[in-house]
């Protein structure tokens, strides 16, 4: 399903409410056509960019600089110190604290982590997490208990979360997560569902969620939003990424 109307824009409402647009996206390490992707995440106009799979190994944080200045958006945390998460945000985020968190590792697996920060956007202040979670059921459901009890501890009222769950919607472990937060797409779909494989899509593993009290004004695969072109979706990356558009209340 192509974006029929586009999303909202970024804004700030006079009582300090905000309308945040956040993007979550498998770079796989930036392999593949780095224009294209910048092309397409500058297209997507956010102000927060949840990226899984980013640069990990040699001159990583070069990498990660250069995507952010490729894009006009800052490093706010993660990369090889999250184990790939990334979050990358505008000028218009004000940073009031990062994290990144270090999984257990299990033996013959990767790494995981997660990559969180807690920023304000006018008087609107959020909790975000980026994430990609295990290939293996088990292990996956266990990040996913985990991923719960870091948002709780972020101690922010709202939180936005998103990444590769390895996991379609009847998983167990998605299931728990949209148990607890809204499933975006679900609340508001505008624009494709499925992400992966970019080449053809046929599942749905990317999401992005938030906690209660945000409004979804919409989410999906930017399929058709102006400046995003098929072939640089294809290009860019084996995942198709997912854009959200949210109103964050303001902190009272």
């Given amino acids: 399903m192509a974006m029929t109307t586009p ?8 009582d300090g409410t905000a309308v945040v647009r956040v993007l979550s996206y498998n770079i796989r390490s930036m392999r593949d ?10 297209a997507c106009a956010p102000d927060l ?10 001159r ?23 184990a790939g998460p990334l979050l990358l945000c505008s000028l218009r985020a004000t940073v009031e604290r990062t994290e990144d968190i270090l999984l257990p590792r299990t033996p013959g697996l990767h790494r995981r982590g997660f990559a969180t920060a807690v920023v304000r956007f006018a008087g609107a202040r959020l909790g975000v997490l980026s ?29 936005v979360i ?18 607890r937060y809204q499933d975006c797409w679900e609340a508001e779909p505008r624009g494709g569902e499925y992400t992966f494989p970019a080449h053809d899509p046929r599942r749905r593993v990317d999401a992005v969620l938030a906690t209660g009290g945000i409004e979804v004004l919409g989410c999906g695969v930017p399929t058709g939003l102006p400046g995003v072109r098929e072939a640089d979706l294809r290009a860019a990356t084996d995942h198709l990424p997912v854009l959200a558009a949210l109103r964050v209340p303001a902190a009272g």
């Avoid at 999303?7 to 006079?14: G, V």
């Avoid at 960019?49 to 040699?58: C, D, G, K, S, T």
């Avoid at 990583?60 to 999250?82: E, I, P, Q």
Wanted: glycine share 6%; hydrophobic share 45%; aromatic share 6%.
């Fill in 131 to 159: 994430c990609h979670l295990s290939l293996q059921r088990q292990e996956r459901l266990a990040q996913a208990e985990r991923l719960v009890a870091t948002v709780d501890a972020l101690g922010t009222e709202h939180t």
């Fill in 7 to 14: 999303l909202p824009a970024s804004r700030t409402e006079q």
């Fill in 49 to 58: 960019v949840l990226v899984q799979e980013a640069p990990r190994f040699f």
């Fill in 60 to 82: 990583w944080r070069k990498y990660a600089a250069r995507l952010a200045a490729a894009t006009d958006l800052v490093v706010l945390s993660g990369g090889a110190t999250a």
């Fill in 33 to 42: 056509d780095r224009a294209a992707l910048a092309r397409v995440i500058r």
């Fill in 162 to 179: 998103a990444g590769d769950l390895n996991d379609v919607p009847s998983g167990r472990a998605f299931r728990l997560l949209a148990g």
